[in-house]
């Protein structure tokens, strides 16, 4: 079974920069793809990028685009979100989820099957 545990999330001051990471434990070298949502109080979760983990093809939301980066070191099993140049709004609950089958979007949390307990994020 394979467990996520996400870190690095913590204050900020608007235009700083955070890395989160995400330590898997388990087979994660079989999942499809890998991600990053977030989610503020009150509002639905919010898909941020995601990466195939077979090819490291890295996709994003258009919030982000220029600012985060995606990554994974699939020797350490671990996948990291680069936030640079960071917003109030980026302030969230970050969380980073795995998708093991083959149908479905990598860009839907409804595909995601494995789920870390997230790290919080604020930005000031």
């Known amino acids: 079974q394979v467990q996520l545990v996400e870190s690095g999330g913590g204050p900020v001051r608007a235009g700083g920069s955070l890395t989160l990471s995400c330590a898997a434990s388990g087979a994660t070298y079989s999942s499809r793809c890998r991600g990053w949502f977030r989610q503020a109080p009150g509002k639905e979760r919010e898909w941020v990028a995601s990466?195939?983990?077979?090819?490291?093809?890295?996709y994003y939301t258009d919030s982000v685009k220029g600012r985060f980066t995606i990554s994974q070191d699939n020797a350490k099993n671990t996948l990291y979100l680069q936030m640079n140049t960071l917003k109030p709004e980026d302030s969230a609950m970050y969380f980073c989820a795995a998708k093991f089958e083959f149908a479905g979007s990598c860009r839907e949390s409804f595909y995601f099957g494995t789920w870390g307990q997230g790290t919080q994020v604020t930005v000031s």
């Open positions: 990466i195939y983990t077979d090819g490291g093809s890295a």
